[in-house]
């Protein structure tokens, strides 16, 4: 068996990334690391985990002792700052769920996250991973973001044939997206019945699409009154490339990635609670653009199972080993 360390596993991504380690067949918990429930038995965190595992499991230790736990396999489900100043384990695989090491030029993280980082020197050592277009390579493993990975999906590999000043992206994410932790703009009266765009012009995964594109897109990213999910609506003008063509053959062995039958559209019903992607694909009859739509759970694809999807690649197993690939019908 695999050991494992999740670092900041009190938060929604740590919670989720725990709850496919234990359903995974090669992966065991070694380590648990939350300063806020340092001590605690696992079900602290959720009561449910009570029935069996709190005598399975260790008890939760301070972030720092997680870190020390000589896992073969590290998660970093920390905040982006906190994240950034951690010097990874020497030995293992370490795979960050945080901004923290997206980005190639440190300078972008003063102009987009509003600090400058910590360890700018070490950030080439990272290595990007979006399993389906970018596998990682190396035992440092930045996991995309949640907006960039169902933006990227969509838009990469037709970004050779698109025009790039027209490309824009109009995305919508769940509640959860936000994290754990109290804010104002996260609150039920800020979020029941309404839909709010945020963080407009301005947002952290704005400069990661481009990264991945090789261009600068317009972004505006908005939160709904859901608990989980998350849908890009990208407009390009595409010009002869036959997109829907370019993407089926793109992910033609993405076990992950559906590109849906023509007029059909994707929705976050059927991703939510899974680790896969699903793909639309429009033509507007007024302007002659397309239009790519692709809808992915925040915390599945968007976080913990493509981090454990990612992990699954760098150990040589299966990449779905462990993953929610199907939806319930409701």
């Known amino acids: 068996m ?6 900041g596993a009190a938060g929604y991504s740590g919670q989720e990334t725990l709850d496919r380690v234990l359903a995974h067949p090669q992966l065991e ?3 648990l690391g939350s300063d806020s ?11 449910r985990l009570a029935r069996g595992h ?5 008890r ?5 002792e997680a870190l020390e736990a000589r896992a073969d396999v590290v998660f970093l489900c920390l905040g982006h700052d906190r994240a950034a100043e951690i010097e990874p384990p020497a030995t293992g695989i370490v795979i960050d769920l945080s901004g923290a090491h997206r980005l190639h030029d440190p300078s972008a993280y003063e102009s987009w996250y509003g600090w400058v980082h910590p360890r700018p020197a070490e950030l080439a050592d990272w290595s990007y991973g979006l399993p389906e277009l970018t596998p990682a390579s190396g035992r440092l493993i930045a996991n995309p973001g949640c907006y ?5 999906l969509a838009l990469q590999p037709i970004a050779g044939g698109v025009d790039p000043s027209t490309v824009v992206i109009d995305a919508k994410s769940g509640v959860s997206g936000a994290g754990r932790s109290l804010r104002a703009s996260s609150h039920a009266g800020a979020v029941l019945e309404n839909v709010a765009p945020y963080r407009v012009g301005t947002h952290q995964h704005q400069p990661e699409i481009s990264q991945a594109l090789g261009f600068a897109v317009c972004f505006v990213p908005h939160l709904l009154p859901v608990r989980r999910g998350l849908i890009a609506t990208c407009y390009v003008d595409a010009g002869d490339t036959d997109v829907e063509a370019t993407l089926v053959a793109a992910y033609a062995d993405a076990p992950t990635v559906t590109v849906l039958p023509e007029d059909v559209a994707p929705e976050l019903s059927r991703v939510q609670g899974t680790d896969g992607a699903e793909i639309g694909i429009f033509a507007d009859k007024a302007t002659g653009k397309t239009i790519v739509i692709c809808a992915i759970d925040n915390l599945g694809k968007g976080a913990a199972g493509q981090a454990v999807q990612n992990a699954n690649i760098a150990l040589g197993l299966p990449d779905t080993t462990g993953l929610r690939l199907a939806g319930i019908l409701v």
């Open 29 to 31: 918990v070694a380590a």
């Open 54 to 58: 709190d005598e399975l499991l260790p």
């Open 37 to 47: 429930l340092n001590g605690k038995l696992v079900s602290a965190l959720d009561p």
């Open 2 to 7: 695999t050991s494992v360390s999740i670092v």
């Open 148 to 152: 960039a990975t169902a933006a990227v």
């Open 60 to 64: 939760f230790v301070s972030t720092d």
